[in-house]
């Protein structure tokens, strides 16, 4: 099997790489920092968590937090897939137990579950995806920038334009760190869920009532950093805000200010 960066998962917002560092002053194929190049057998293993706060005028701050682990071993690779085993555990809910033939498909965008395929369209995960990374040039070092057009919603963002930016390159280790800034306006696709489950959020007013209400998204920006190694998430962070309107039933407003992050440290050696 290759040889793959060893990461530490610390409290940061970013793990600690144990690679010999440098800076490339030539271009370098994209592919080798970018294409995933799994084998058989490997076994990838994260650690993650996401925080969503909404902080404004009337209301006490509405905050919430999961967290959790993923557990991956690389069953099978395709022309069409990498094939894993997964395991995933939430904290504070049931375990799931391990599930069979979950799947990537080779186009980075496409994930498979139980059978069902869908747009992945996670804040960060196991792989480069470039539905919100976009295509890079194929050559690349650092100061490289690409504009991105994401022409969805995704998990904590809305459709928008973003740019990212090489700030690190290793070529003895394939480790390349990206920073990614963007903007956009509309529903993040939490956002769509909450509504096409009729799941209204509720906050507290500062009177002590409990209610329901819907969010009206405003401008939505967001900034990133992330390092990555022969196509494998190794951390990942980023912030999200924009301003939200928030209506009742009864047609009371509340404005207040959104802001969602995720981590995501890979936490063990591919063995």
Same mark, same amino acid.
């Given at each position: 099997?290759?040889?793959?960066?060893?990461?530490?998962?610390?409290?940061?917002?970013?793990?600690?790489?144990?690679?010999?560092?440098?800076?490339?002053?030539?271009?370098?194929?994209?592919?080798?920092?970018?294409?995933?190049?799994?084998?058989?057998?490997?076994?990838?293993?994260?650690?993650?968590?996401?925080?969503?706060?909404?902080?404004?005028?009337?209301?006490?701050?509405?905050?919430?937090?999961?967290?959790?682990?993923?557990?991956?071993?690389?069953?099978?690779?395709?022309?069409?897939?990498?094939?894993?085993?997964?395991?995933?555990?939430?904290?504070?809910?049931?375990?799931?137990?391990? @599930?069979?033939? /979950?799947?990537? #498909?080779? &186009?980075? $965008? %496409?994930?498979?579950?139980? *059978?069902?395929?869908?747009?992945? =369209?996670?804040?960060?995960?196991?792989?480069?995806?470039?539905?919100?990374?976009?295509?890079?040039?194929?050559?690349?070092?650092?100061?490289?920038?690409?504009?991105?057009?994401?022409?969805?919603?995704?998990?904590?963002?809305?459709?928008?334009?973003?740019?990212?930016? @090489?700030?690190? /390159?290793?070529? #003895?280790? &394939?480790? $390349? %760190?990206?920073?990614?800034? *963007?903007?956009?306006?509309?529903? =993040?696709?939490?956002?769509?869920?909450?509504?096409?489950?009729?799941?209204?959020?509720?906050?507290?007013?500062?009177?002590?009532?409990?209610?329901?209400?819907?969010?009206?998204?405003?401008?939505?920006?967001?900034?990133?950093?992330?390092?990555?190694?022969?196509?494998?998430?190794?951390?990942?962070?980023?912030?999200?805000?924009?301003?939200?309107?928030?209506?009742?039933?009864?047609?009371?407003?509340?404005?207040?200010?959104?802001?969602?992050?995720?981590?995501?440290?890979?936490?063990?050696?591919?063995?």
């Amino acid at each position: 099997m290759p040889p793959r960066c060893r990461v530490v998962a610390t409290a940061a917002f970013f793990a600690s790489i144990f690679c010999l560092s440098s800076s490339s002053a030539y271009a370098d194929s994209t592919a080798a920092y970018l294409s995933p190049n799994l084998k058989v057998g490997e076994r990838l293993s994260d650690v993650f968590s996401k925080t969503v706060s909404i902080k404004g005028t009337g209301f006490n701050e509405k905050v919430d937090r999961i967290s959790g682990s993923a557990d991956d071993r690389v069953t099978g690779v395709t022309p069409e897939a990498f094939i894993f085993d997964e395991e995933d555990r939430y904290d504070g809910r049931p375990a799931s137990g391990v @599930v069979h033939d /979950v799947k990537t #498909l080779q &186009d980075g $965008i %496409t994930h498979c579950y139980k *059978g069902k395929c869908a747009v992945d =369209s996670e804040t960060s995960g196991m792989t480069f995806n470039p539905l919100l990374w976009g295509k890079a040039p194929d050559d690349i070092r650092v100061g490289t920038t690409w504009t991105v057009t994401i022409p969805r919603p995704w998990e904590i963002g809305p459709a928008g334009t973003e740019q990212v930016q @090489v700030v690190r /390159v290793d070529p #003895l280790n &394939d480790v $390349i %760190t990206l920073t990614r800034n *963007g903007s956009g306006s509309g529903p =993040s696709s939490d956002d769509q869920y909450r509504q096409q489950n009729g799941e209204p959020m509720q906050i507290t007013t500062m009177a002590g009532k409990t209610i329901d209400v819907s969010v009206i998204p405003g401008k939505t920006t967001w900034r990133g950093y992330t390092t990555i190694c022969k196509g494998v998430i190794v951390s990942d962070e980023i912030m999200v805000q924009r301003h939200v309107t928030l209506v009742s039933k009864g047609g009371d407003k509340f404005e207040g200010e959104q802001r969602s992050y995720t981590l995501l440290n890979l936490s063990q050696d591919t063995i």
